[in-house]
T-cell receptor, first 116, second 116 residues
C-alpha cells in the first residue's frame, strides 16, 4: 500500500529565508506521481507542484521546487524567499497505478509559519 | 473560470441527524472526487465520479454515506444518520482529464461537519 509521511507537524521560518518541508513516501509502484498542496486559512487546497517518478529533473514552479530523491523515496518541498502569505498547511500526496485507482494518498501535513 | 464550490462551509448537527453536502465542480470537469479529513489525521479518499458514474467508491466508510452526481454536474454527499466520528472536513475536487498518475486535482475549500 502507498504511504506518505510528513514528520514535521510545524515549521517556522523568517521572512525572505528558504525553508524545506519534508516528505517521504512508500510504494511498490514504478510509475507514480508526487504532489504538494497548500491550504491557507481560507481552507481551499491549492496545487503547488508535481513530480513524476520518471522525471529526470526536479520540478520547479516559481519559488517552489521539489527535491526529488528517488532512491531515498523523498520528495521535499523547498520554498525560497519565504513570504508572509506562505503561512499555511502544506500537504504532500502521491498517486500510483494502484490497479487503476485515481485516488491520492496524503500525508498529515506540515503547518508552516512565516515570521516577519 | 470559477473554482470548485462547496456548500455549506460549516454544518453543525446532532448525532442521528442527516446532513447533505454539495459540490459544484469546475464547468467541463468530468471527474469529481470526495475526500475527508478527520481532525489530526490524513486526508482520505472517499470516492470518484466520472460524469454521473461512480468509478471508485472504495473509500466510503459505510452505508450511512451516499454520494450522487445526477446529470454529471454537481454532486451531493449525504450522511444519514450522522455519528460523532463523521466530524471532519469534507473536500471536493475535480479534474478535466483522466491521465492517471499526473492528473492534477482542483480542490474546493471544504465543508466542515461537526456532529454533536
Amino acid at each position: 500500500a502507498q504511504k506518505i509521511t510528513q514528520t514535521q507537524p510545524g515549521m517556522f521560518v523568517q521572512e525572505k529565508e528558504a525553508v524545506t518541508l519534508d516528505c517521504t513516501y512508500d510504494t511498490s509502484d514504478q510509475s507514480y506521481g508526487l504532489f504538494w498542496y497548500k491550504q491557507p486559512s481560507s481552507g481551499e487546497m491549492i496545487f503547488l507542484i508535481y513530480q513524476g517518478s520518471y522525471d529526470e529533473q526536479n520540478a520547479t514552479e516559481g519559488r517552489y521546487s521539489l527535491n526529488f530523491q528517488k532512491a531515498r523515496k523523498s520528495a521535499n518541498l523547498v520554498i525560497s524567499a519565504s513570504q508572509l502569505g506562505d503561512s499555511a498547511m502544506y500537504f504532500c500526496a502521491m498517486r500510483g497505478p494502484q490497479g487503476g485507482s485515481e485516488k491520492l494518498v496524503f500525508g498529515k501535513g506540515t503547518k508552516l509559519t512565516v515570521n516577519p | 473560470e470559477a473554482g470548485v464550490t462547496q456548500f455549506p462551509s460549516h454544518s453543525v448537527i446532532e448525532k442521528g441527524q442527516t446532513v447533505t453536502l454539495r459540490c459544484d465542480p469546475i464547468s467541463g470537469h468530468d471527474n469529481l472526487y470526495w475526500y475527508r479529513r478527520v481532525m489530526g489525521k490524513e486526508i482520505k479518499f472517499l470516492l470518484h465520479f466520472v460524469k454521473e458514474s461512480k468509478q471508485d467508491e472504495s473509500g466510503m466508510p459505510n452505508n450511512r454515506f451516499l454520494a450522487e452526481r445526477t446529470g454529471g454536474t454537481y454532486s451531493t454527499l449525504k450522511v444519514q444518520p450522522a455519528e460523532l466520528e463523521d466530524s471532519g472536513v469534507y473536500f471536493c475536487a475535480s479534474s478535466r482529464f483522466v491521465t492517471r498518475v499526473a492528473n492534477v486535482l482542483t480542490f474546493g475549500a471544504g465543508s466542515r461537519l461537526t456532529v454533536l
